[in-house]
């Protein structure tokens, strides 16, 4: 990190919905906080600040992903904390939640505790979640409280669903008495076990086992269920098909504790881009149809879905290589996130205030942890995004250690072009 005396941001646009603030503004930072945001050329205050004229960019609360895999321990050839965040902080992004599925996996304290101390130095924050059964197994609770008096932020199997109904309930059941969110990989495993890609005509048509729209749906509404019978909430992560959409839309109207996420691809692509037998768009759920893209876009405009994710999911060559059948599940996602969200924006799906909510404000809430806002007295955790930057996303260019991205060559708009964490400056194109 590039420690500085003090930061004055110039000529920015402050997008801060959590404030109601959209307005041309100056933000003064000093020790790590935010001291003042006032109208362009009247702030005053430490004469040793760094100035940096942000104008024609946006000035948003830093951006934070609440569902990314770092690898560390265990599979540090593909990712590090280290080499993640500084992915992270180069898209923008000024704290990421990490998945529990590393070996060993985190269901105790004592990984917890070494996963927060590696993060020292990182180039972001790391917030650990801990599995909600011991190993990741799905057969029983893991140690949940130790994992929070250590610093878990949530539970989560990512990875592999918690078939066991019983499992889950008491996993709600019990999370709640240590405030932590619930994150479910819902997925019917009976359904999905042999499949490789969305089922349906495409599949067949390249020769490739299917998994059906049903093997999420079916767990969608079981986990929305048992939301609704013991009263605590559930985070649906990365919902890909029309009616699991469907599930969380009538869920929340009826006022369930519910939340959801989905994840750029999910938005950008479809099934097809796995013609080819491209493994850099296989993924888990997979890439689904058109239908689908259409049906996300809208619930993220009206309020279904509550954040975008990138569930960023590092490969090396060594996984994805190889026969589709056998390579692995994922992409990576941290470095493309603003970009893909920003042409939303520029369809019309939602306004800028939104993308801010489903990728700040709305994390930071699910989360409970700080960030989202610009409030003057907060920390100082901020990103920059140049709406108007044009550049091709590159092999040389792709910061994390593994480049398993479906968006590579492509001509990409709007980048975030620097990063403060706690008044640090982590990333900087300017």
């Given at each position: 990190?590039?420690?500085?005396?003090g930061?004055?941001?110039?000529?920015?646009?402050?997008i801060d919905?959590?404030?109601?603030?959209d307005?041309a503004a100056?933000?003064?930072?000093?020790?790590g906080?935010?001291?003042?945001?006032?109208?362009?050329?009247?702030?005053?205050?430490?004469?040793?600040?760094?100035?940096?004229?942000v104008?024609g960019?946006?000035v948003?609360?830093?951006?934070?992903?609440?569902?990314?895999?770092?690898?560390?321990?265990?599979?540090e050839?593909?990712?590090?904390?280290?080499s993640?965040t500084?992915?992270?902080?180069?898209?923008g992004?000024?704290?990421?939640?990490?998945?529990?599925?590393?070996?060993?996996v985190?269901?105790?304290?004592?990984?917890?505790?070494m996963i927060?101390?590696?993060?020292?130095?990182?180039?972001?924050?790391?917030?650990?979640?801990?599995?909600?059964?011991?190993?990741?197994?799905g057969?029983?609770l893991?140690?949940?409280?130790?994992?929070k008096s250590?610093?878990?932020?949530?539970?989560s199997?990512?990875?592999?669903p918690?078939?066991?109904?019983?499992?889950?309930?008491r996993?709600?059941?019990?999370?709640g008495n240590?405030?932590?969110?619930?994150?479910?990989?819902?997925e019917d495993?009976?359904?999905?076990?042999?499949?490789?890609?969305?089922?349906?005509?495409?599949s067949?048509?390249?020769?490739?086992?299917?998994?059906?729209?049903?093997?999420?749906?079916?767990?969608?509404?079981r986990?929305?269920?048992?939301?609704?019978?013991t009263?605590?909430?559930?985070?649906?992560?990365?919902?890909?098909?029309?009616?699991s959409?469907n599930l969380?839309?009538?869920?929340k109207?009826?006022?369930?504790p519910?939340?959801a996420e989905?994840a750029?691809?999910y938005?950008?692509?479809?099934?097809?881009?796995?013609?080819?037998?491209?493994?850099?768009?296989?993924?888990?759920?997979p890439l689904?149809?058109?239908?689908?893209v259409?049906?996300?876009?809208?619930?993220?405009a009206?309020?279904?879905?509550?954040?975008?994710?990138?569930?960023?999911?590092?490969?090396?060559?060594?996984?994805?290589e190889?026969?589709?059948?056998?390579?692995a599940?994922?992409?990576?996602?941290?470095?493309?996130?603003?970009?893909?969200t920003?042409?939303?924006?520029?369809?019309?799906?939602?306004?800028?205030?939104k993308?801010?909510?489903?990728?700040?404000?709305n994390?930071a809430?699910i989360?409970?942890?700080?960030?989202g806002?610009?409030?003057?007295?907060?920390?100082?955790d901020i990103?920059?995004i140049?709406?108007?930057?044009?550049?091709?996303?590159?092999?040389?260019?792709?910061?994390s250690?593994?480049?398993?991205s479906?968006?590579?060559?492509?001509?990409?708009?709007?980048m975030?072009?620097?990063?403060?964490?706690?008044?640090?400056?982590t990333?900087?194109s300017?």
């Open positions: 990190m590039a420690a500085t005396q930061i004055l941001l110039k000529n920015g646009r402050i919905p959590a404030n109601g603030i307005m100056d933000v003064l930072i000093e020790n906080k935010i001291v003042s945001v006032t109208e362009p050329g009247k702030l005053s205050g430490n004469a040793n600040a760094q100035q940096i004229d104008a960019c946006w948003v609360p830093g951006l934070i992903d609440m569902h990314v895999h770092l690898r560390e321990p265990g599979e050839y593909k990712e590090t904390i280290l993640g500084r992915a992270a902080s180069a898209g992004f000024t704290a990421v939640a990490c998945m529990p599925n590393t070996d060993p985190n269901d105790c304290s004592v990984v917890t505790r927060l101390e590696k993060s020292h130095g990182a180039y972001a924050r790391v917030y650990p979640v801990g599995t909600i059964s011991k190993s990741g197994k057969e029983a893991a140690e949940i409280g130790d994992m250590a610093g878990i932020v949530a539970i199997d990512d990875g592999r918690v078939s066991d109904s019983q499992l889950m309930r996993a709600l059941e019990y999370s240590f405030d932590l969110p619930v994150i479910c990989h819902s495993m009976y359904l999905s076990r042999t499949g490789v890609m969305n089922e349906g005509a495409l067949t048509k390249l020769g490739l086992k299917g998994i059906p729209s049903a093997a999420e749906e079916i767990m969608v509404y986990d929305i269920k048992l939301a609704e019978y009263g605590r909430p559930v985070h649906i992560a990365h919902a890909s098909t029309r009616e959409i969380i839309r009538s869920a109207e009826k006022g369930s519910v939340t989905t750029p691809h938005f950008s692509l479809t099934e097809k881009a796995v013609e080819g037998y491209n493994t850099n768009a296989k993924m888990n759920p689904r149809t058109e239908e689908d259409a049906s996300i876009k809208e619930a993220l009206d309020g279904t879905l509550d954040v975008i994710a990138t569930d960023h999911a590092p490969h090396s060559t060594l996984e994805k190889v026969e589709f059948d056998v390579a599940n994922g992409i990576i996602g941290l470095e493309t996130a603003v970009p893909l920003l042409n939303l924006v520029r369809e019309g799906v939602f306004d800028e205030a993308m801010v909510e489903l990728l700040s404000v994390p809430k989360l409970k942890v700080d960030g806002s610009i409030s003057e007295g907060s920390i100082a990103t920059v140049n709406p108007e930057k044009e550049f091709q996303y590159t092999i040389d260019k792709v910061v250690k593994s480049k398993n479906p968006f590579l060559g492509r001509q990409l708009k709007g975030a072009v620097l990063t403060i964490v706690g008044g640090d400056i990333f900087s300017l």
